[in-house]
């Protein structure tokens, strides 16, 4: 079946601008997870969605980093006025459940690059 | 807070030499812990699991001990391949924070020579 998919795959931006990230979980999946992973700080949680509830953003670095899932499905990372720092592999995950300790399936990433 | 150390890589070893990357953890309640492998151009994948003390997650020939005692969960392996050469990351959650939110150890590169 398909896996966890993310677009693009790929994102060079110019600092200042802003950019969206797009990840399609596993269907089905209740539990979509976010993460960073770059070379200063390896890999690092950024939100967690469960179902329709409010996400937990506590790993979110800063103001600028915001996301949504709509539907319970499709979620968006949006990064505003992007920096060089923002510079990283954005991955996304997605689990049947939550609560248990259930596997967490990876997309392939969103490799973003701002000059 | 929650965190994982692992050992630095590179680690180079020549096919069919024997494997121990080393993993330890701080944990504010009682973590699932987890070893995760990138190879080359993919994505991350779940390599084995163990969720309480003394269980022993395997898989691919890979084996990991969940060690309370010494909060230590060391991925072993007998006999490496070339295949093998990937990056391997420990991990652990704890239900209830951020769902089941992965912290992650820095990862240690795996190279096997021919």
């Known amino acids: 079946g398909a896996g966890v998919s993310q677009s693009p795959s790929n994102k060079v931006t110019e600092k200042g601008k802003d950019v969206e990230l797009r990840c399609d979980p596993i269907?089905?999946?209740?539990?979509l997870y976010w993460y960073r992973q770059s070379l200063g700080q390896g890999l690092e949680f950024l939100i967690y969605f469960q179902g329709n509830s409010a996400p937990d953003k506590s790993g979110l670095p800063s103001d600028r980093f915001s996301a949504e899932r709509t539907g319970g499905s499709v979620s968006t990372l949006t990064i505003q006025r992007t920096q060089q720092e923002d510079s990283a592999v954005y991955l996304c995950?997605?689990?049947?459940?939550?609560?248990?300790?259930?596997?967490?399936?990876f997309g392939p990433g969103t490799r973003l690059t701002v000059l | 807070g929650n965190s994982v150390t692992q050992m630095e890589g590179p680690v180079t070893l020549s096919e069919e030499a024997f494997l121990t990357i080393n993993c330890t953890y701080t944990a504010t309640g009682y973590p699932s812990l987890f070893w995760y492998v990138q190879y080359p151009g993919e994505g991350l994948q779940l390599l084995l699991k163990?969720?309480?003390?003394?269980d022993k997650g395997s898989n691919k020939g890979f084996e990991a001990t969940y060690r309370k005692e010494t909060t230590s969960f060391h991925l072993e392996k007998g006999s490496v391949q070339v295949s093998d050469s990937a990056v391997y990351f420990c991990a652990l959650s704890i239900v209830g924070n951020a769902g089941n939110m992965l912290t992650f150890g820095g990862g240690t590169r795996l190279m096997v020579k021919p």
């Open positions: 995950a997605s689990s049947l459940l939550a609560g248990v300790s259930g596997e967490q399936f």
């Open positions: 163990a969720t309480k003390a003394d």
């Open positions: 269907s089905g999946h209740t539990a």
